[in-house]
Every structure is written in structure tokens, then in C-alpha cells.
Nanobody, 122 residues
Framework: QVQLVESGGGLVQAGGSLRLSCAAS????????MGWFRQAPGKEREFVAA????????YYADSVSGRFTISRDNAKNTVYLQMNSLRPEDTAVYYC???????????????WGQGTQVTVSS
């Protein structure tokens, strides 16, 4: 089973940028589609972005499209989420997760990281 560890979260002002990383170990990273999700206090966990195993296909939630970019480096067993033009409503714990096929559905992801906090101040 693959283990996932997120990093790169922090406190940033509105309009700023952050780059999240998710390092994988214990599995064959290049076989997995990868996704980023987030959960704000008192809200359901929601889809943010996903990328296919090869990196050729990416999907985004409407709320982040044009501001966030998902990418991966299979040689480094790492998936990234570049977040630009951050807004206070982006404040949440961000999780990466692995799936057998690129998907927006939380239920299709079988392995999750512990999450990293992103806080955007106004």
C-alpha cells in the first residue's frame, strides 16, 4: 500500500502563492492517478484537482481552475499542487490521495495523506 506525505502548507496573504508537495513511498507511484482534495472547517471534503498516472490528463474543480496547477514527477514519486492567486476561501486542510484511475470522486481514492494546512489571510 502506498504511503503519502504532504508538505508545503502555511499562512499566506490573499493573492499569494503556495506549492504543495505529496511524496509517495511503498508502492509503484507511476501506476496511480493522484488527486488533491481539501476540507475546510465544518465542511465536507471536496475535490480540487487530479492527474492521470502519465501526467497527460488533468482535471480541476471550477473554483480553482485557472489558479491552481497539478503536476507530477514520477522519477521523484511526487505530485505537486501549485496554488496562485489564493483567496481566503481556499483556506482548508489539503490532502493528496491515490486512485487506480483519474477521478473526481472521493470514494475512488484508496490511500490518503495526513493533510497539510493552508491558511489564506485577507
Amino acid at each position: 500500500q502506498v504511503q503519502l506525505v504532504e508538505s508545503g502548507g502555511g499562512l499566506v496573504q490573499a493573492g499569494g502563492s503556495l506549492r504543495l508537495s505529496c511524496a509517495a513511498s511503498g508502492g509503484t507511484f507511476s501506476r496511480y492517478a493522484m488527486g488533491w482534495f481539501r476540507q475546510a472547517p465544518g465542511k465536507e471534503r471536496e475535490f480540487v484537482a487530479a492527474i492521470s498516472w502519465s501526467g497527460s490528463s488533468m482535471y480541476y474543480a471550477d473554483s480553482v481552475s485557472g489558479r491552481f496547477t497539478i503536476s507530477r514527477d514520477n522519477a521523484k514519486n511526487t505530485v505537486y499542487l501549485q496554488m496562485n492567486s489564493l483567496r481566503p476561501e481556499d483556506t482548508a486542510v489539503y490532502y493528496c490521495a491515490a486512485a487506480w484511475a483519474v477521478d473526481r470522486r472521493i470514494s475512488d481514492y484508496f490511500s490518503w495523506g495526513q493533510g497539510t494546512q493552508v491558511t489564506v489571510s485577507s
